[in-house]
């Protein structure tokens, strides 16, 4: 038995780490491998402009977007739970990251990002996966909506070539200022963004190969330069105008602290913001793998993929990196291409390497407006105006949760905006629990429903009365519980039927003890019947089962009725 209960110990206490890497080696092919390899160099060519674009939105550059996108993309291709899983900077945190410079600066980034990295590690030692994934969907489409637009207000100064330096950080404003400089608008910028949403809208059309960001970029960035050299047009902004160019791989380097922070300072002001970057890179990339799941047929490991997130955020930042996750679009991109093991991923982020190395000089030949037009795109992509539409013929609850969460989203940030979101899902989730469960108080006879038999009736016996509880027994029915029961005499017989009850909290325990107490004052007697063994546990470790008796404590109405009657026959 001790060695029983000491495995049994073992087993709930292991990690839970296997990376799929090293499962999809074992039986690993040359036919597979020219997959993967083809998969791989395709998805490369798809993340070029996206690590670029998100690199710069997010407040850092072209160098940093690139860099995320290789060295984070391996390691959860290497080290993640999921076969086909595609990592590096998303969307998702162009919001986020932004602010967190605004507010910290680099270094601050940098702390918070692996702060993020050891909370998603500790998510999957913990085993947390699969709670993550039950993350309320109104919150997720709610702040992915709020992040959607939040992204397409950050565009507008390059898509309309206004040059303003310093654009706020707020939402409010932003657009305030754009309005003010909206005299200061260069149409070539103008034209060549949206000629670029236009190539990549309409590239699926007549080619399902071909990535419709990286021709867009590939056409403006010859147009844009035909116009420099042959047109006299000098006003396009390029990247290598206002970014440092990729010139090989970044060193490794330990953020530095602004003059007066310390590092514990740091981490105590970066910490909500870490907590929301990990929530975030959590609940994406768990979200990417179910889709790819059902996909390709397989079943990712959630524990092990956010411990192959968490190790990628953990370094990325000491070489310039910003937080990164799995990306839905990218993953999907692979599975399409005949990607099914991580050594796609891998063999994606070896083609971005060489652009690093090699393609420098022109990345910066790049036009602003283009990579605006990349991230409009994306941002309608992320809007989920379909969902939302959709999700707003159901509860006003969940309607209230959405619009909250992306109001808040886009007016404050989105560290505020999932909290307040949570609080009000869970809030409306309780009130829905405590609707769903009944309270009854039967005196005469009952109806017992037998799964496949006819209902029975029940006689209650005199001077007894019965309770019967339906659902978990927490502090909101607690309360429901204790209004029924007060005010009334009662009978001297009062038996709780709890068959029903599959939990009860300490609040419940508490309100319980007081109506026992109270009853056992009037010389009442308390039977308590249907209860399951984890509630009575409780109710046994509380003390509630030694005030009723064990006698009092019985797993079926018929045995309690029974014992009603023998003890209202001695009153009698």
Known sequence: MAKAEKKERKAKFSIDYNPRLFSTLK????????????????VGIVAIPLAIAFGIASGVGPTEGLVTAILAGFIISAFGGTKVQIGGPTGAFIVIVYGIIQQFGLAGLAIATVLAGVMMVLMGLFKLGSVIKFMPYPIIVGFTGGIAITIFSTQMNDLFGMGIANVPANFIDKWACYFDHIGDINWWSFLIGIVSILIIAYTPKFSKKIPGSLLAIVVMTLVCWALREWGGVTSIKTIGDLYELPKGLPSFRLPALAEGETFFTTVQSVLPAAFTIAMLGAIESLLSAMVADGVVGDKHDSNSELIGNGIANMVVPFFGGIPATGAIARTMANINNG????????????????????LGGLVGMIPMPCLAGVLIVVSYNMSGWRTIRSMCRQSRGDIAVLFLTLFLTVIFDLTIAIEVGLILAVVLFMKRVMESVNVSVVEKEMLLNTEGEQEEKLVIPANTEVYEI????????????????????????????????????ATGVHNLEIFIDSALKEGQTIILSGVNPDVKAVLVQSGIVAKVGEDNVLDHIHKALARAEEISNNIQ
């Open 339 to 358: 990607g099914r093991t991580p050594i796609a991923g891998i063999v994606h982020t070896l083609v971005l390497l060489l652009v690093l190395l090699f």
């Open 470 to 505: 339906e659902g978990p027994f927490f502090f909101g029915v607690a309360n429901r519980f204790e209004e029924i029961q007060r005010g009334r005499k009662g009978q001297p017989i009062r038996i709780i039927r709890m068959r029903r009850v599959n939990f009860i909290d």
């Open 27 to 42: 039986n690993y092919n040359r036919e597979q491998f020219s997959k993967d390899l083809m998969a791989g160099i395709i």
